[in-house]
């Protein structure tokens, strides 16, 4: 293959590899393409209290499982001076347990959930079990099997069925049959009544308990819904409403089981939930969910690094825009430099002093310098001490600054020692040669030239999307990388040479 071919092979590699990558990260990882992005986390607390009476205690909480919807970020057990373990068995369950403790007592559960990204519908292939008829009395079974014969007359399938069920429970005109079977249910909900109607007749159903997000809201109790299998899926009802479907936002605690909270060896218990949301950014909340998927990609990342070394590199990722700048002006455009890369070093130093403390900080340094130089050159000193003469007076003359910019309180003028002294005594001198051979004009074209290009590198490297997006996709390198090796093959007319060629072109 030839040296061209070979080029734009790599380029393509480089590239393609370069937006997977950054694709799987956006799609997969969720981290933000747009810088500012924020997501809702909600902080949910669950308060477990009981009392005891100096026996041997046993305490289980349903613990919520994974679902569509939401993704648990983080979990903690406050359980000082009890035994603590978690049972993964049909459902997972908390278990505190302590020997011998009397009087109040109150138990926690914290954790932090965030919607997923590739949130989708609550389903579960899960199969019912078999359906166990209730034990009634004779008046009881009479009073369900009226209920059961009515809602079969008004319905077409088990999902209509238990609708009108529903709305007969709910009806503020309750029948004989409802009303005795409320008042035999001893205190059973409206959700527990309706799954044993619904038991009995031979359709399966499960209580589904769980909390709704909203905001600052404390000592909550669980709500119910019920869930219904119709032969080819799991439906969900709100019990006090017949309404189905579940709620945007309601986030399931526990689905199917006979309790949220068992205290063995204790009286009074109870369980009381506090939630509130807090919007923080999407890429906190990405890189803690690819922490806990131990994603290769982000543990082998910048983001593995100490803070520190974490904002040196956020600024070394702007330097390849800088250098894509000045390819893109040299090679398409045509704009001469002093020197290849120097704009970019000066727009890195732009960076730290503000454009226009920075323009007239270079200016007034360049200027000074290129006026020393000129005395320097009459003394026919050799190169090598006549530029190490420029660079401390270069450094003199920061100094110099920085002193009278203090005195003078321009407190922007003190950030001129992050101008890099070499590369300014290197222009200088390399400015004072082309002044001598080709003249002033050509100073002042390749002079203004940097100092364009490193204007314009400037403004790139300091937009908050291009910042946020090297520094949350260092992938973007790869895509630069091969842009850079295409315009590297290019032979064409630069934009300064249309006007000097275009007898040629026509």
């Given at each position: 293959?030839?040296?061209?071919?070979?080029?734009?092979?790599?380029?393509?590699?480089?590239?393609?590899?370069?937006?997977?990558?950054?694709?799987?990260k956006?799609?997969?990882?969720?981290?933000?393409?747009?810088?500012?992005?924020?997501?809702?986390?909600?902080?949910?607390?669950?308060?477990?209290?009981?009392?005891?009476?100096?026996?041997?205690?046993?305490?289980?909480?349903?613990l919520?499982?994974?679902?569509?919807?939401?993704?648990?970020l983080?979990?903690?057990?406050?359980?000082?001076?009890?035994?603590?373990?978690i049972?993964?068995?049909?459902?997972?369950?908390?278990?505190?347990?302590?020997?011998?403790?009397?009087?109040?007592?109150?138990?926690?559960?914290?954790?932090?959930?965030?919607?997923?990204?590739?949130?989708?519908?609550?389903?579960s292939?899960?199969l019912?079990?078999?359906v166990?008829?209730?034990?009634?009395?004779?008046?009881?079974?009479?009073?369900a099997?009226?209920?059961?014969?009515?809602?079969?007359?008004?319905s077409?399938d088990?999902?209509?069925?238990?609708?009108?069920?529903?709305?007969?429970?709910?009806?503020?005109?309750?029948?004989q049959d409802?009303?005795?079977l409320?008042?035999?249910?001893?205190?059973?909900?409206?959700?527990?009544?309706?799954?044993?109607?619904?038991?009995?007749?031979?359709?399966?159903?499960?209580?589904?308990r769980?909390?709704?997000?909203?905001?600052?809201v404390y000592?909550?109790?669980?709500?119910?819904?019920?869930?219904?299998?119709?032969?080819?899926?799991w439906?969900?009802?709100?019990?006090?409403?017949?309404?189905?479907g579940?709620?945007?936002?309601?986030?399931?605690?526990?689905?199917?089981?006979?309790?949220?909270l068992?205290?063995?060896?204790?009286?009074?218990?109870?369980?009381?939930?506090?939630v509130?949301g807090?919007?923080?950014?999407a890429?906190a909340?990405?890189?803690q969910?690819?922490?806990?998927?131990?994603?290769?990609?982000?543990?082998?990342?910048?983001?593995s690094?100490?803070?520190?070394?974490?904002?040196?590199?956020?600024?070394?990722?702007?330097?390849?825009?800088?250098?894509?700048?000045?390819?893109?002006?040299?090679?398409?455009?045509?704009?001469?430099?002093s020197?290849?890369?120097?704009?970019?070093?000066?727009?890195?130093?732009f960076?730290?002093?503000?454009?226009?403390?920075?323009?007239?900080?270079?200016?007034?340094?360049?200027?000074?310098?290129?006026?020393?130089?000129?005395?320097?050159?009459?003394?026919?000193?050799?190169?090598?001490?006549?530029?190490?003469?420029?660079?401390?007076?270069?450094?003199i003359?920061?100094?110099?600054?920085?002193?009278?910019?203090?005195?003078?309180?321009l407190?922007?003028?003190?950030?001129?020692?992050?101008?890099?002294?070499?590369?300014?005594?290197?222009?200088?001198?390399?400015?004072s040669?082309?002044?001598?051979?080709?003249?002033?004009?050509?100073?002042?074209?390749?002079?203004?030239?940097?100092?364009?290009?490193?204007?314009?590198?400037?403004?790139?490297?300091?937009?908050?999307?291009?910042?946020?997006?090297?520094?949350?996709?260092?992938?973007?390198?790869?895509?630069?990388?091969?842009?850079?090796?295409?315009?590297?093959?290019?032979t064409?007319?630069?934009?300064?040479?249309?006007?000097?060629?275009?007898?040629?072109?026509?």
């Amino acid at each position: 293959m030839s040296p061209k071919g070979q080029v734009y092979l790599f380029a393509a590699l480089f590239i393609l590899l370069g937006l997977g990558l950054t694709a799987y990260k956006s799609l997969m990882l969720h981290f933000p393409l747009l810088p500012d992005s924020e997501r809702t986390v909600w902080d949910i607390e669950a308060k477990l209290s009981f009392e005891t009476r100096g026996t041997p205690l046993t305490v289980s909480l349903a613990l919520p499982e994974k679902q569509q919807q939401f993704k648990i970020l983080d979990e903690i057990f406050a359980s000082a001076g009890y035994g603590f373990a978690i049972e993964e068995n049909h459902q997972r369950r908390a278990i505190w347990t302590r020997r011998d403790v009397s009087g109040s007592q109150t138990l926690y559960y914290k954790f932090k959930i965030t919607e997923r990204a590739d949130a989708q519908e609550l389903s579960s292939q899960d199969l019912p079990e078999t359906v166990i008829p209730p034990t009634w009395s004779s008046a009881e079974e009479v009073a369900a099997r009226s209920l059961i014969n009515s809602a079969t007359d008004l319905s077409s399938d088990a999902t209509s069925f238990t609708q009108q069920l529903l709305q007969m429970l709910t009806d503020a005109q309750l029948s004989q049959d409802a009303q005795l079977l409320f008042e035999s249910s001893r205190g059973e909900s409206i959700g527990e009544l309706a799954i044993k109607i619904l038991n009995a007749a031979d359709i399966p159903a499960r209580m589904v308990r769980g909390i709704y997000l909203e905001n600052r809201v404390y000592n909550q109790r669980a709500e119910e819904l019920i869930e219904i299998y119709n032969g080819k899926e799991w439906v969900f009802f709100n019990p006090y409403t017949a309404q189905r479907g579940i709620p945007s936002n309601f986030f399931m605690w526990q689905r199917g089981g006979q309790s949220l909270l068992d205290v063995v060896g204790g009286y009074n218990s109870r369980v009381r939930f506090s939630v509130i949301g807090n919007d923080i950014s999407a890429k906190a909340v990405a890189l803690q969910e690819a922490e806990n998927q131990t994603a290769a990609l982000v543990d082998f990342n910048i983001y593995s690094l100490p803070l520190d070394k974490q904002n040196t590199f956020k600024s070394l990722l702007l330097v390849p825009i800088g250098a894509l700048v000045v390819v893109i002006f040299r090679v398409l455009i045509g704009i001469k430099t002093s020197g290849t890369f120097m704009p970019v070093l000066i727009a890195l130093a732009f960076i730290q002093t503000t454009l226009t403390a920075g323009v007239l900080i270079l200016l007034s340094l360049v200027a000074a310098g290129l006026w020393i130089r000129s005395y320097l050159s009459k003394l026919d000193l050799l190169m090598v001490s006549r530029l190490a003469a420029v660079l401390i007076t270069v450094v003199i003359l920061m100094a110099g600054f920085s002193v009278l910019s203090y005195k003078l309180g321009l407190d922007q003028v003190l950030t001129i020692t992050f101008f890099p002294m070499i590369i300014i005594a290197w222009t200088i001198e390399r400015m004072s040669i082309i002044w001598e051979e080709d003249g002033p004009r050509e100073v002042v074209k390749q002079g203004g030239g940097s100092l364009v290009v490193a204007i314009i590198a400037y403004l790139l490297m300091t937009n908050d999307f291009i910042e946020h997006l090297t520094y949350n996709f260092p992938e973007v390198l790869l895509i630069e990388l091969g842009i850079i090796m295409i315009l590297g093959q290019y032979t064409g007319y630069r934009l300064t040479e249309l006007k000097r060629f275009r007898f040629l072109i026509e």
